[in-house]
């Protein structure tokens, strides 16, 4: 066949992946991890992850499981995969985050928990990887090639986080603990660089380009903001990897790839803004308009790293830098376009078969746009006075963004729950003779 | 619309037979401005270079099972747009249009809302072409299930792609 059909999962990664986010901000705000404790402490490798697996990853996949097939016009190579994966990703990170706790001493002792983690994970995103990378393959244009850079840092990433998982449970030989003493920053640029805002910035150039009626960015320029960020993650992990068996230090390829990262990021401001100029519907809609919001923290972080460095703070300041980031430009532009990928999914899965027969509601009418606005609003804001209380080093003022940030995120996702159950669609449009409203938690195909 | 000759090697392909000669016997027989419909087991990349020697540009299109549609258009008559994708056989004696639509400034999901609705129209075999900006990825399972079958593919330039439905008769 043809085209693309509706991804059963995709509507289970999200719903997983929101879950794990309130995970997360309940531990901030009940002060476990950074900044209350070490950047480098058991209970902040428990934050980290429950963020950078639970939420981030998990909405991310469940996004490519719908976009890769949308992208090359053709089915999933399998369609059964993405169950599976999410179980053993959900059986990994718990695995992994009691082995934190109990490294951290938490949990009485079952450091096993470690690697029988990594295994899990590994099990998961192997799939995962196998099955987009195999399906975004057959046509690699465009964004395709940012989703298949991305799949490759998720291995790398992967592979450097097994490795310490052994290593920390001290079943990786003296080559392990070699890797874990320095290999951490290689780790988190692998996914929080080419992993996650790779991939993220090869979504937003079709759904921008898309929602907006705006032409694709040429793909040369595309393909120069993907090779600088693409050649920012192979001098990081391969040359730092390198590095640590020359036992030289790490500086030498973080700078390099840093300067990189910052080309890659300004290149594409530049491709984005030519999307926003180009773009033939004047009238923004609110996920768009909120993804400026992450548009501007992406650009902030890039500043602020300037900064840091200039003034010789950077190790100190990491964690702020790293929060807005992560919340500031990734997290916020998931959530936004979350808010707009369900209402569409849901639009279509409802109202695609009678089309046409009966009348039908738009995708618009699913949304309210003007109430959902405001926990957008609060989200962003919370963000960027989080990251100003962690810069200023004030850690109760930080629990409080937080607790601001999980009212945001509360709102979008009754927001989103309101969608899905068509709860805005007037009724006689609501389900016309022949149409079934959808499940909150997969789609029916 | 360019008129194709129809190639199938796949099951020459299949038997560990090569296929070239087959491919350059029907190039022989073609008339001035007709066009080479090729159905191969994989992309036949090779093949691109000696038929662009040849004055044919090419398109190609992935079938299920990882096989390829490859149609070779005379670069001399390049039709007004490369038709690439064709989900069946058989789009000889399609009836000209009866509706014709450009939907290509609409707001997303609006063209495949109008396409649908003027396809439930349509009486037994008639066809409608419309202009859309994109690929219509979610419309083509729909308006199989429907019975309809479609042609496709994006104009010269590339700024629009062309979308022929037909009614089932």
Request: one cysteine or more; hydrophobic letters at 55%; a neutral charge.
């Amino acid at each position: 066949m043809i085209g693309a059909s509706i991804s059963k999962w995709t509507m289970t990664y999200f719903a997983m992946a929101l879950a794990w986010l309130f995970v997360a901000l309940g531990l901030m705000v009940a002060g476990i991890g950074y900044p209350a404790a070490d950047i480098a402490s058991a209970d902040t490798l428990v934050l980290v992850h429950a963020v950078c697996i639970g939420w981030l990853s998990l909405a991310m996949c469940g996004a490519l499981f719908q976009f890769v097939p949308v992208l090359v016009a053709r089915p999933l190579f399998s369609e059964n995969w993405a169950l599976p994966a999410i179980g053993l990703l959900a059986a990994g990170l718990v695995s992994l985050l009691g082995g934190f706790l109990s490294l951290g001493g938490r949990l009485p002792p079952a450091l096993w928990l470690l690697p029988l983690g990594a295994v899990l994970l590994t099990a998961g995103f192997g799939l995962i990887v196998v099955d987009l990378g195999l399906t975004a393959w057959s046509r690699r244009t465009g964004p395709t090639r940012f989703v298949l850079v991305g799949l490759a840092s998720l291995a790398a990433t992967v592979a450097f986080g097994a490795i310490f998982a052994f290593a920390l449970a001290g079943r990786a030989g003296s080559a392990g603990d070699v890797i874990l003493a320095s290999g951490i920053p290689l780790h988190a640029i692998a996914g929080l660089g080419g992993w996650l805002t790779l991939t993220a910035m090869g979504v937003s150039y079709r759904l921008l380009a898309m929602f907006m009626l705006a032409p694709d960015v040429d793909e040369r320029k595309s393909g120069i903001t993907l090779a600088a960020g693409a050649l920012a993650v192979v001098v990081a992990v391969a040359g730092g990897a390198a590095a640590m068996f020359l036992a030289s230090g790490l500086q030498v390829a973080i700078s390099l790839a840093a300067i990189l990262g910052l080309a890659s990021t300004a290149l594409y401001g530049c491709d984005i803004a030519e999307i926003f100029r180009n773009r033939k519907r004047r009238q923004l809609e609110l996920n768009t308009r909120m993804a400026t919001l992450s548009f501007a923290s992406l650009a902030g972080t890039a500043l602020l790293g300037l900064a840091l460095v200039a003034l010789g703070t950077f190790t100190a300041h990491v964690g702020g830098f790293a929060f807005l980031a992560i919340f500031g430009w990734l997290s916020g532009l998931v959530l936004a376009k979350l808010y707009k990928i369900v209402a569409f999914l849901t639009w279509l899965e409802t109202y695609g078969p009678v089309m046409g027969r009966a009348a039908t509601p738009r995708v618009q009418d699913l949304v309210a746009e003007v109430r959902a606005t405001k926990w957008f609003v609060i989200y962003y804001l919370a963000v960027w006075a989080g990251t100003a209380a962690l810069l200023l080093g004030k850690p109760s003022a930080f629990q409080v963004t937080v607790a601001a940030m999980t009212i945001g995120v509360a709102g979008i996702v009754h927001e989103i729950i309101r969608i899905r159950r068509l709860t805005d669609v007037a009724s006689p449009l609501r389900l016309p003779t022949g149409a079934v409203a959808p499940h909150l938690l997969f789609a029916r195909s | 619309m360019t008129e194709y000759i129809d190639v199938d090697v796949r099951p020459i392909l299949r038997a560990g037979g090569e296929p070239f000669s087959v491919i350059m016997a029907a190039l022989e027989r073609l008339e001035p401005g007709q066009g080479l419909r090729l159905f191969a087991t994989f992309k036949p990349i090779p093949l691109f270079a000696v038929m662009a020697d040849r004055g044919f540009a090419h398109s190609e299109q992935p079938l299920d099972g990882g096989e390829w549609e490859v149609l070779f258009v005379p670069a001399a008559a390049t039709p007004e747009q490369a038709q690439a994708a064709a989900p069946a056989l058989g789009f000889d004696n399609w009836p000209e249009p009866a509706v014709k639509m450009d939907n290509r400034d609409l707001d997303p999901p609006e063209p495949m809302v109008r396409i649908l609705s003027a396809a439930d129209k349509l009486a037994p075999g008639e066809t409608l072409s419309a202009l859309v900006r994109r690929e219509p990825v979610f419309l083509f399972p729909q308006l199989e299930k429907r019975g309809f079958r479609w042609l496709g593919g994006f104009t010269a330039d590339g700024t629009a792609y062309e979308l022929t439905v037909r009614a089932p008769s």
